[in-house]
């Protein structure tokens, strides 16, 4: 016989409910938020009319409602910042190296940057590209502008699996104007390849945490040896994902220890892989280190750097040329922002964000690739070798961006944002209407103008003189009329980081003055390219430059540009 089971009366006896908690986002640790509650029987409640939606939540559902249209519309902007005017400055020494040593054959290559100060990946990528679209600077300009916008494209991607659309818009909308992004897209280097190599790295690694399928952690491992073989600085982007793994490891491995164990195969397999694939360009990376140990060209900086590059990421407004108000007011900002930052995301990460589930990890993991990177390279510098350099940061770019619209987007007063905000807007377009515009924009030197006048007055059997290799190489890449010869350093110059592999690989070489003189023919003139004392070089030695030509030759006439003179010597007699 069957026995029936006890009940019990609802109308006397409270029941115990247990609502569940949601599931983890697909794997990934979320904190518990199962809820009891003794929950007697229910009572009538007064109809209460629903609150009329803020401006940010009804602009947050247009967002939602319209997103692809608007990332359609973010993209396109972010290509007409990076392609307009693209070839409206000046190619400037560090592009014409690019360009120069890209154009050599695949050995050359390898062996020029063996010695270089960045691995080959982003001069084999160029090499390709400009045997496929010729070898204008327009040309060169325009892979780096293509990897910028790139760049919006993968972190709107990275900012919408971690939180969502109207975030990810938000974050890309920021990425897509910041002056320092469009900066570097519109030049012939690497970092602009770096921004998005540095993002999609994170978003690998999130990837291979969140699914753990052998996949995922093969693509961070790829991933990972292509930020490696484009820019040394990648190390310390990839240290700080390795120190968040094993922080997380010992963090949850006495309540999630499974979870860990789960993850650690696939973590040790990646990274033991990029190490074995890395090896053969491992003695060049330790090359380089003794070289940068005994002299770079920058100099220590200070830890509070790390408010300002916020404002750089953001604003740009320190890096170019504009008024002093401009740019006092954007590091004031680029410290309020993260300073704001860390304040808000402090209580969501213990609290959560409106009473959702919690993007703790999310959160942690940005904070630490961003800051995190920051605090290595200055533990770094101060116990290795100046390093910070805030364009070789570019790589962990992308979690300013997002953290900030994140904030933002949730903030539950999101109207106090806007006095930060506007102000930023009128630092943002000063700084933008300064990189398109200003003639005095500091990073550039005016080679081509100072070319054209050349080109102009040029007569068989005139040389070219430079004192430094910052015009000579651009002089050379743009096919300068006449012989080209290029002063030595000065002496004792602890700067001269050209190693002799590479000075080959570019087809560079010096010249005494007194030797490139005697290349003159009778009744020949001198032309001398002067450029602004470079790190190491003394205005003393330039000045022994001009008085080795006044011994023989006088001036007739001189042309001022951006970062050089131009002068015209002509024989004494």
């Keep these: 016989m069957s026995k029936k089971r006890p009940t019990t009366n609802p109308t006397t006896t409270p029941t115990l409910k247990t609502s569940p908690a949601p599931a ?30 803020s401006w940010s939540e009804r602009l947050g559902r247009f967002a939602l409602a319209k997103q692809w249209w608007l990332f359609g519309l973010i993209m396109l902007l972010a290509a007409v910042l990076r392609f307009g005017r693209l070839g409206e400055r000046s190619l400037w020494y560090d592009e014409s190296f690019s360009l120069t040593l890209a154009g050599r054959d695949l050995t050359t290559i390898l062996s020029g ?43 709107y991607g990275l900012a919408r699996e971690m939180f969502g659309s109207r975030t990810a818009l938000l974050a890309a909308l920021f990425a897509a104007v910041a002056p320092f992004q469009i900066l570097y897209s519109q030049e012939v280097r690497m970092y ?21 399928g052998w996949p995922d952690w093969v693509h961070f491992g790829l991933v990972a040896l292509l930020t490696l073989y484009n820019i040394y600085f990648s190390i310390f982007d990839l240290l700080a994902l390795e120190l968040f793994f094993v922080g997380m490891g010992l963090y949850w491995w006495r309540t999630r220890r499974e979870w860990v164990r789960q993850r650690l195969a696939g973590w040790v397999l990646a990274n033991v892989g990029v190490g074995l694939l890395y090896l053969p360009w491992a003695f060049s990376l330790l090359q380089q280190a003794k070289q940068v140990h005994k002299s770079y060209w920058i100099a220590q900086a200070s830890p509070l750097e790390a408010l300002r590059l916020t404002d750089v990421f953001l604003l740009n407004a320190t890096n170019l040329t504009t008024e002093p108000i401009f740019a006092q007011l954007g590091v004031l900002l680029g410290a309020l922002f993260t300073l704001f930052i860390l304040y808000s995301l402090r209580f969501r990460l213990k609290t959560g964000e409106k009473g959702r589930r919690r993007r703790s990890f999310e959160i942690s993991l940005l904070l630490v690739y961003w800051l995190g990177t920051v605090a290595i390279v200055f533990a770094v510098s101060y116990l290795y070798a100046p390093l910070y350099l805030e364009r070789s940061l570019l790589g962990v770019s992308a979690p300013c961006y997002i953290l900030l619209a994140r904030v933002i987007q949730t903030a539950r007063r999101p109207g106090r944002w806007f006095w930060l905000l506007l102000p930023a807007l009128v630092v943002l377009f000063g700084s933008l209407n300064s990189y398109y515009f200003s003639r005095e924009y500091t990073t550039h030197y005016e080679n081509e103008a100072a070319l054209t006048e050349l080109k102009s007055l040029y007569k068989p059997g005139d040389i070219v003189l430079h004192s430094s290799k910052l015009s000579y190489l651009p002089f050379a890449y743009l096919k300068a009329p006449g012989p080209q010869y290029l002063a030595p350093e000065e002496p ?40 602004n004392p470079q790190p190491g070089q003394s205005e003393q030695y330039l000045d022994a430059m001009q008085k080795q030509l006044a011994g023989r030759y006088k001036v007739a006439d001189s042309w001022q540009y951006w970062g050089l003179t131009l002068y015209l010597y002509t024989p004494a007699g």
């Design 492 to 531: 004792g110059n602890v700067h001269d980081d050209l190693s002799a592999t590479t000075l080959k690989a570019i087809n560079m070489s010096y010249t005494p003055v007194e030797q490139a003189l005697a290349q003159v023919p009778p009744g020949g003139r001198v032309w001398f390219v002067r450029d």
């Design 192 to 212: 602009s390849l770096q921004a998005l190599l540095g993002t999609w790295l994170v978003w690998a690694f999130y990837r291979a945490l969140k699914y753990n």
């Design 113 to 155: 940057t063996a010695s270089d100060y960045h691995p080959p990946l982003s001069y084999l990528l160029l090499g390709g590209w400009l045997r496929l679209f010729g070898d204008s600077v327009y040309a060169g300009r325009a892979l780096s502008a293509l990897a910028g916008v790139g760049f919006v494209a993968v972190l």
């Design 24 to 53: 983890p986002e697909a794997s990934l640790p979320a904190a518990s938020e199962t809820a009891t509650a003794l929950q007697p029987a229910p009572e009538p409640r007064p109809s209460i009319a629903p609150a009329k939606a």
